[in-house]
Nanobody, 126 residues
Framework: QVQLVESGGGLVQAGGSLRLSCAAS????????MGWFRQAPRKERAFVAV????????YYDDSVKGRFTASRDNAKNTIYLQMNSLKPEDTAAYYC???????????????????WGQGTQVTVSS
């Protein structure tokens, strides 16, 4: 069993920054990729970013490209999402997810992932 725990969410003013963390545990934790998704009220969960576990290759949704940066620390089984220049439209619950099988490093749907964290709320005020 794999457990993912997000942290780092909060309330920030527009233009500010936050850094989300996602710590993984479990003897079967061997992801191919780790992803970040977000879900705003009354909207579907949407892809934000993905990072490959071994090489650290990344891909971002156009809405966050140039502002968000995904990274990982394999020794700590943790991934991060550095979010800069935050906008009110970034307000959402943010989730990390893990996928064990091979996939292209690109946009993804949530059903393609095997394990999920509980989410952390990010609220950006204008």
């Amino acid at each position: 069993q794999v457990q993912l725990v997000e942290s780092g969410g909060g309330l920030v003013q527009a233009g500010g920054s936050l850094r989300l963390s996602c710590a993984a545990s479990g003897r079967t934790f061997r992801p191919y990729v780790m992803g970040w998704f977000r879900q705003a009220p009354r909207k579907e969960r949407a892809f934000v970013a993905v990072i490959s576990w071994s090489a650290g290759n990344t891909y971002y949704d156009d809405s966050v490209k140039g502002r968000f940066t995904a990274s990982r620390d394999n020794a700590k089984n943790t991934i991060y999402l550095q979010m800069n220049s935050l906008k009110p439209e970034d307000t959402a619950a943010y989730y990390c997810a893990a996928r064990n099988s091979w996939t292209l490093i690109g946009p993804a749907r949530d059903y393609e992932y095997d394990y999920w964290g509980q989410g952390t709320q990010v609220t950006v005020s204008s």
